[in-house]
């Protein structure tokens, strides 16, 4: 019998290293050649790790949410024959390949893989309950007493004295903590803690967020739209039901009107590479579809959308929403975008502060229609209002240009004709 | 007819009652005090006239003169006693000033506390307010709050009533002679303190109990220097005894051991101990409807009944029948009807069986904490291993810690062995502030005491006893 360690491998050009999100194996367990050891995440994807050869766990490399260089120990294997000896697995795209990535940086792509699976949250002992359930609260008479007068129930408080024992200055610290209501209504305070690991696609999302936030130098421009005629349009194409064709939402038009107007205003369709100072305008417009998965914030990106119809546009955005929710979405369909476009729909409020998917410049947030009395000349209209809140890199756009920008797309939406009028 | 009103009515001054009652007018509260007096007790109730002090009383006398007997026959250490003798009438006189010193005492510790005391049987009306016949004639009084605190009575046996030579403990701790033969049904702690008493003031002492051995109610460790001493006392046990009856002419006991024929044991006089049951009828408590838990008055946890502002406590409210029990939940139901958040949360009861030698236990015995699904750690250090205990002429016996395993929490104490009952403060004390063997351990105890014990018992539990 000899052991033999299996390395991280190389699982994508330029990854230095890969959070290890799920092992498939435990110690003691003997694995097949081929079998799945563990899924690793890098900054675009999942991977599996298959095991090259057969034997038996004697230890994992990390734990999960922990974070491997390539090239260091994943998995531990006795095996038969001779051992010592390192070996380094190969990675491998699932059968169903999903994606990972949250938001895209144009970096190369890696084959995709797994999500993360769901995992119970742990506790971290600190914060747990204060004792087993059952034990009585261990007091002594002066703290029970003093308790009983401020109407806090003891079975809530943690006891850090030997034992478990309450003290006076646990309960003190129970009573700045608590308010007293708290008890006196007849409920009960939970002061139970989840701890749940940040981990896999989320961890990704928050690293991007705070980058972004950190970097760049957000403002928000706010500009009310009137939608009416739009959604006439809207209605009238989409009460054509031909089967070739999509339902049309708004988000099609809103493409179409951002390729006319970022013609006009080519510093919004570009990437700012705030390390070399150079900012890329983009003649090609990928836009960025903000997407909410069950497994969280992604961005799958309808590429060329220059090039494309109206209902070529729908048609796509459809594809990849459904293609993202369901985590079929590649890596190429999941970055390269230039600018963004941010809607909740329904949910969308009245404003909203969008936080730009970096290295872009600019993101559209969509709020919520809502039909409106409008004072037209002598008197108030009902007309269908929608705002747009939209966030500017202003290191490199400075609110006139953004102002400007925005005002464009408003006519372009309040006048729909013009959106598909030649130039 | 004449009424008074007022906040509180405390119906019983027994020590429930008229410690509820002192508190209460600490407090500043409006209260009323009905005692009916009587053979049975008066103020301070069963315990200072009838109970705990003066049964401690006959106690001291008897082991005075068993041990002055001890020194005329063997003298151990040398001291010289010729042929001691008793005058019992003498002792129950003594018993009695002792007596009227406590209850003259409850009684202006009451008058100080504005407490107003109506000597007389009362009969509850309704849940606020009762009729008490008084010497100057019936009275009614009306409280916003009434506190039941009647107190229990002897049990009887059916099969020997009360009279002629069988006794009760009251009367016991009042005869005019000690008797030649006396026989004890129930060898409970009141039982056995009063038999062994008797046996060593001089009468010919037989226990008579219905289970398998003394003292059923505590565990074999803890009872066994207990039947030593009886045995060495020459009193005769039998265990698995029941009683027929009282012979015709009334001066024997017929009893029947495990199917074997009946017998008879002549007797000067039978006491019968088998047991105190709650005062529950004569005084109108059907009227009230309360919810009962079997013989005795429900409670919660704030010693509230099932109607709203009538409290009980104390002996009336069942096991266990203990004075210092009934003490903590006046003093709780007090506080209560002043305003204050209370409930009777004690960790622990103590108790104390004034047999000997003495048995404290207090907190749960190592067998209960097991069955509680404790894992235990036990430590016993005996009294053979105490230097005070040696010069005291009191070895026999010890004291047993039982500590969770897991996080040393002591769980109980129990002892057993000469004057040990004042060691049920230290244990108590020990088990109400959370103790870990190692407080226990870590606190110095004054050398050379029998509480040393404890402290040598608790090490034991963690390996480090350093005198056994």
């Known amino acids: 019998m000899g052991t033999r360690i299996i390395k991280l491998p190389d699982v994508g050009e330029g990854v230095a290293e890969a959070e290890l999100v799920e092992w498939h194996v435990e110690v003691g367990q003997s694995v097949l050649e081929d079998q799945i050891l563990a899924a690793v995440m890098t900054d675009k994807a999942t991977v599996e790790i298959p095991s090259p050869v057969a034997g038996t766990v004697v230890a994992l490399g990390a734990e999960v949410g922990g974070v491997l260089a390539v090239g260091a120990e994943l998995v531990r294997l006795e095996v038969a024959g001779e051992g010592n000896e390192e070996v380094v697995a190969a990675p491998r795209e699932a059968a169903a390949p999903m994606p990972a990535a949250a938001l895209q940086s144009p ?120 939608v009416t005629a739009l959604e006439e349009l809207r209605a009238t194409l989409n009460g054509e039901n031909r089967p070739d064709h999509p339902r049309l939402t708004l988000m099609p038009f809103l493409m179409q009107a951002l390729v006319r107007a970022v013609a006009e205003f080519p510093e919004m369709n570009a990437l700012y590479d705030d390390e070399a100072e150079t900012l890329e305008r983009h003649r090609g417009v990928h836009i960025g579809i903000a997407t909410q998965t069950p497994a969280g914030l992604m961005v799958p990106v309808v590429r060329h959308c220059e090039a494309r119809g109206l209902w070529d546009c729908a048609a796509e955005v459809q594809r990849l929403a459904e293609a993202a929710r369901a985590g079929r979405a590649t890596s190429a369909e999941l970055s390269g975008s230039t600018i963004t476009i941010t809607s909740l729909g329904a949910l969308g409020g009245i404003v909203t502060t969008p936080v730009i998917n970096r290295p872009e410049v600019a993101i559209i947030g969509v709020n919520k229609q809502v039909v409106r009395p409008v004072w037209q000349g002598e008197q108030f209209v009902p007309r269908t209002m929608m705002n747009l809140s939209s966030s500017f890199d202003h290191r490199v756009i400075d609110g006139y240009v953004a102002a400007r920008f925005v005002q464009r797309l408003k006519s372009l939406l309040e006048a729909p004709a013009t959106i598909f009028i030649e130039a | 007819m004449a009424e008074i009103e007022a906040k509180v009515l405390v119906v019983g001054g027994g020590p429930g009652g008229y410690v509820c009652a002192i508190r209460a007018g600490q407090l500043g509260l409006d209260v009323v005090l009905v005692e009916q007096g009587g053979p049975d007790g008066g103020l301070g109730g069963t315990c200072l006239n009838v109970g705990c002090i003066p049964s401690k009383a006959i106690i001291h006398a008897a082991d005075a003169y068993e041990r002055a007997v001890e020194q005329a026959t063997s003298a151990p250490f040398g001291l010289r006693v010729e042929r001691p003798t008793i005058d019992f009438a003498r002792t129950v006189d003594w018993k009695d000033g002792i007596v009227g010193r406590l209850t003259s005492g409850v009684s202006a510790l009451l008058k100080r506390h504005r407490v107003k005391i109506v000597q007389g049987h009362a009969t509850m009306v309704d849940g606020k307010s009762c009729r008490v016949e008084t010497d100057t004639g019936p009275q009614i009084v009306r409280a916003e709050h009434v506190v039941l605190a009647t107190g229990s009575m002897p049990a009887a046996l059916p099969t020997l009533p009360f009279g002629g030579r069988v006794i009760s403990s009251t009367e016991a701790l009042s005869l005019s002679a000690v008797p030649e033969r006396m026989v004890v049904v129930g060898a409970g702690y009141i039982g056995l303190e009063l038999g062994t008493a ?154 104390v069986c004034f047999t000997d030698p003495e048995i404290v236990t207090v907190g749960h015995s190592p067998e209960a904490a097991r069955k509680a699904g404790h894992e235990v750690h036990t430590g016993t250090f005996p009294f053979q291993a105490n230097g005070r205990a040696m010069t005291l002429r009191a070895e026999d016996g010890f004291v047993r810690v039982a500590a969770r395993a897991d996080n040393h929490l002591v769980l109980g104490i129990a002892a057993v062995g000469a004057g040990v009952s004042e060691l049920a403060g230290a244990f108590g004390l020990a088990l109400e502030m959370g103790a870990r063997l190692e407080d226990i351990g870590g606190t110095i105890h004054a050398h050379p005491t029998l509480g040393e014990a404890l402290h040598e018992a608790s090490l034991r539990a963690l390996g480090e006893a350093l005198h056994i």
């Open chain 2, 198 to 351: 008797f046996a060593k003031l001089g009468a010919k002492v037989t226990v008579i109990e219905a289970e398998d051995r003394i003292l059923p109610v505590y565990d074999a460790e803890l009872v066994r220097p207990v039947s030593r001493r009886l045995q060495a006392l020459g009193v005769e046990v039998l265990t698995g005894t029941r009683v027929v009856g009282l012979s015709d002419s009334g001066d024997a006991v017929q009893i029947e051991r495990q199917g074997a024929a009946a017998r008879s044991l002549a007797a000067d006089r039978i006491l019968v101990a088998t047991g105190r049951r709650a005062r529950v009828a004569g005084f109108g408590l059907e009227r009230l409807d309360l919810t009962m838990s079997g013989a005795f008055v429900a409670i919660d946890e704030r010693c509230a009944t099932s109607m709203r502002n009538v409290w009980a406590i104390g002996d009336l409210t069942g096991e266990p029948m203990l004075a210092h029990r009934a003490m903590a939940q006046g003093v709780v139901v007090a506080e209560q009807i002043a305003g204050q958040r209370r409930v009777f949360d004690s960790a622990v009861i103590p108790a």
């Open chain 1, 107 to 226: 970096a190369p792509t890696v084959p995709a893989s797994r999500p993360p699976t769901s995992r119970a949250p742990t506790s971290r002992a600190p914060v747990g309950p204060p004792r087993p359930p059952g034990d009585k609260p261990l007091a002594s008479p002066a703290v029970r007493r003093r308790a009983r007068d401020a109407g806090v129930d003891l079975r809530q408080v943690r006891g850090t004295g030997p034992a478990g024992r309450i003290g006076y200055d646990d309960l003190e610290a129970f009573l700045r903590g608590a308010p007293k209501s708290a008890t006196a209504a007849g409920r009960t305070a939970n002061t139970s803690v989840e701890t749940v690991k940040i981990i896999g696609l989320r961890r990704r999302i928050a690293q991007k967020m705070a980058e972004s936030t950190r970097r760049i130098a957000h403002f928000s421009y706010v500009e009310e739209v009137d």
